[in-house]
């Protein structure tokens, strides 16, 4: 399976790296970092304009589940920094990322997240070795541990391309914030227990190894990603569910009926 990961010339995005608080720190020397102003009120008309051309999640929502979303996305962005390191952000950044925190949580009425202070967007992406060099192995998204806590790292050009590309499956923020969720109970472990009741657990296990298995034997189109453990299934196959739902309906039943439950999507 190694090897087949590593012919796939993938971009890898990484659940929890073990960023080491100085690695982090030479970085962000090496970049500069800047932080984005307080969002203003101002803000809310043209984020409007921005979700209904950029997030198709949002533009098949009804208009009463449209402003609820705006309110959302701009809860979020008040209550969380956005700081950028290395590049520049714009205005359609920063609805992208208050759109994907609100995506995966948008059925939860009183969602907050919890152990989340700030997104640092960030570029280029960089190797787990902060070398730069090459393709394989970047890193284009991940959660702080340590001193690091309480901060996502996301890279600007995936978090462009996530929504540019929206039936493809791949979202790289939208992939981080699921890992938030999954971490709300401590453990990113492919369970969120925040949001699934207990007696759904072993079912859940159940299904994940199948359709692991599935992978590891070349019989699926899920990112082959999702293999490398239940953590990264969770978030890889999430991407999948909010971006494809018809196609995984068709291709995957079982794991649509199951993420329905997990995210509380009524249709
Ligand atoms: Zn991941």
New binding site residues.
């Given amino acids: 399976m190694d090897g087949e990961i590593e012919e796939m010339n993938w971009v890898i995005?990484?659940?929890v790296l073990v960023l080491s608080f100085p690695v982090w720190k030479f970085f962000e020397r090496k970049v500069g970092r800047r932080k984005w102003p307080a969002v203003q009120v101002s803000f809310a008309s043209r984020l409007k304009r921005i979700l209904g051309k950029r997030v198709s999640f949002y533009k098949n929502l009804s208009a009463r589940e449209k402003r609820r979303f705006e309110f959302r996305v701009m809860r979020f962005l008040q209550n969380h920094e956005v700081t950028t390191a290395g590049t520049r952000i714009n205005e359609t950044d920063l609805a992208l990322v208050g759109a994907s925190a609100v995506i995966p949580v948008f059925r939860f009425e009183r969602w907050r997240y919890r152990g989340l202070d700030e997104v640092v967007v960030f570029g280029p992406s960089f190797d787990r070795n902060f070398a730069g060099t090459g393709e394989e192995g970047r890193v284009v998204?991940l959660l702080g541990t340590g001193d690091l806590d309480r901060k996502m790292f996301l890279c600007r050009d995936a978090l462009r391309k996530g929504f540019a590309q929206e039936k493809d499956g791949d979202n790289t923020a939208i992939?981080?914030f699921v890992?938030l969720v999954d971490k709300m109970d401590g453990r990113v472990d492919g369970i969120p227990k925040v949001i699934i009741r207990r007696q759904y657990v072993l079912p859940w296990l159940e299904l994940m190894k199948r359709k692991i298995g599935e992978i590891e034997k070349g019989q699926s189109d899920i990112n082959p990603?999702a293999a490398m453990g239940n953590?990264?299934f969770l978030?890889?196959t999430a991407e999948y569910f909010f971006e494809c739902p018809e196609k995984m309906e068709e291709r995957h039943p079982d794991l649509h009926k199951a993420l329905r439950y997990v995210f509380k999507d009524p249709d």
């Fill in positions: 995005i990484v659940a998204g992939h981080e890992h990603y953590e990264e978030a890889v």
